[in-house]
């Protein structure tokens, strides 16, 4: 009923950037927290950056000062900037948003996209 739709990922020089966009559509009443989380190769995925309806943002301390995230609340979409991008940000990057359905439950769903793989080669 609600599909998380990534795009932006790629292939990189270290120091480049990329723009990840994930969108999101389907039964949507309103978006709380959304959050970029990314899966290096043979590592447990681990929080990126995430932002809320309000636009408070939390920012891991291994991106902070290259990565951005911000949103688009009237198109649901979450954006990540990459810059000054670091083979060790080599990864896949996971879209994660809760949403709340309707206005008559408070209930709260978790979804994921599919991730994008991001490689920024030395």
């Known amino acids: 009923q609600v599909q998380l739709v990534e795009s932006g990922g790629g292939l990189v020089q270290a120091g480049g950037s990329l723009r990840l966009s994930c969108a999101a559509s389907?039964?949507?009443?309103?978006?709380?927290?959304m959050a970029w989380y990314r899966q290096p190769p043979g590592k447990q995925r681990e929080l990126v950056a995430a932002?809320?309806?309000?636009?408070?943002?939390n920012t891991a301390d291994s991106v902070k000062g290259r990565f951005t995230i911000s949103r688009d609340n009237a198109n649901n979409t979450v954006y990540l900037q990459m810059n000054s991008l670091k083979p060790e940000d080599t990864a896949v990057y996971y879209c994660?948003?809760?949403?709340?359905?309707?206005?008559?439950?408070?209930?709260?769903?978790?979804?994921w996209g599919k991730g994008p793989q991001v490689t920024a080669s030395s």
């Open positions: 389907g039964r949507i009443f309103k978006i709380n927290t």
């Open positions: 932002i809320t309806s309000g636009d408070s943002t």
């Open positions: 994660k948003a809760a949403i709340q359905r309707t206005g008559w439950s408070s209930i709260i769903y978790k979804y």
